[in-house]
């Protein structure tokens, strides 16, 4: 008959330890964040991810109190650093930036170690900025209807660089050639500085290029700018026409950067973050940052980002698919 009490006995002690332990969580939660956050960017630094990540981190950890740790985590396209993130504790010291490649992988890459629908707890869109369809001086257009019918008169005789099979910037030129009707052959290159390189050489004649890097060589009068993939024109061009308002109705690829949490991140933690990020993202010193870099600061609720990135991850397996890209 004293069985009975034991287990009475053990019951109530493990009662009191699910509690206590249960307490402690949800203090550890309240008193959120008690030390630095690691921001993990799947990129080497100086890129784009990078660079966004970082001016980001200086407004978000000084509203946080806590210093934001940027943990630059490079290779397979991205996805070292989205898998190290994705495996996390959620207990909101760990995030990720993701940007447009996460998206594009899902469908590039034939097997990833982790769901970027499922393993993440979307937070907050961070920027977002256009590709600039650029040429070299020497082709006899200067607007983009004029390439379009350029190339409708010549098919297959014109090309373009990219910073790769499977970019944003091959994949941009793709869904822009399906929109406009017309063929252009893509020459790759290992990277967005040799393809830009090469179109400065003479080389190549066309690129979809991502406006920051671009933009210099616009001003120099290196490089003719005859549209933005935006569906509004960019504050950097204001002269240059969009896609949508030249030749397809509509078009808009553009590049966008944001931070997403483990999956399982408590929710007050993430209503904290956003309304961290959202606030940062106002700041006059990030948005004249990302500016400068092309970027136009924004945000958006858990809920928005969630629904962009399911939107995002369709629009780039539709453009991989029909491209043919491959992982080189």
Not at 36 to 45: C, D, G, N
Not at 214 to 238: C, D, E, F, M, N
Not at 310 to 325: D, H, L, M, P
Request: charged share 15%; hydrophobic share 45%; with cysteine.
């Amino acid at each position: 008959m004293k069985r009975p009490k034991l287990l009475l006995v053990a019951g109530s002690i493990g009662t009191v330890l699910a509690n206590l332990a249960s307490g402690a969580s949800a203090q550890q939660e309240a008193a959120y964040p008690n030390r630095a956050v690691r921001l993990i960017v799947p990129f080497p630094p100086g890129g784009g991810t990078d660079i966004v990540a970082r001016t980001l981190g200086i407004r978000l950890g000084e509203s946080l109190g806590q210093q934001i740790v940027v943990d630059n985590r490079g290779g397979a396209g991205g996805n070292i650093g989205a898998e190290l993130a994705a495996k996390a504790a959620p207990d909101g010291y760990t995030l990720f930036m993701a940007s447009a490649t996460q998206a594009i992988n899902v469908t590039l890459y034939g097997k990833l170690a982790y769901d970027l629908a499922k393993d993440f707890a979307p937070v907050s869109l961070v920027a977002t900025l256009p590709y600039t369809l650029v040429c070299h001086p020497g082709l006899p257009t200067t607007s983009v209807k004029a390439l379009v019918q350029l190339a409708k008169d010549k098919p297959g005789q014109l090309n373009y660089s990219s910073a790769g099979s499977g970019t944003g910037t091959h994949l941009a030129m793709e869904m822009f050639k399906t929109a406009a009707g017309i063929s252009i052959v893509h020459i790759p290159y290992k990277g967005s500085a040799p393809a830009v390189t090469e179109l400065l050489a003479g080389q190549v004649q066309l690129m979809f290029g991502n406006t920051a890097s671009v933009l210099p060589q616009i001003k120099a009068g290196k490089l003719r700018a005859l549209a933005v993939t935006s569906l509004k024109r960019s504050p950097l061009l204001p002269e240059v026409a969009t896609v949508a308002e030249s030749v397809a109705p509509g078009f808009e690829v553009i590049q966008w950067y944001g931070v997403l949490a483990p999956a399982g991140t408590p929710p007050r933690i993430i209503a904290r973050l956003h309304n961290d990020i959202s606030k940062a993202t106002q700041s006059t010193e990030l948005k004249d940052r990302l500016y400068s870099e092309g970027a136009e600061a924004t945000s958006s609720t858990p809920q928005q980002y969630t629904a962009f990135i399911r939107a995002e991850i369709a629009k780039w397996a539709k453009a991989v698919r029909e491209s043919g890209a491959r992982v080189d």
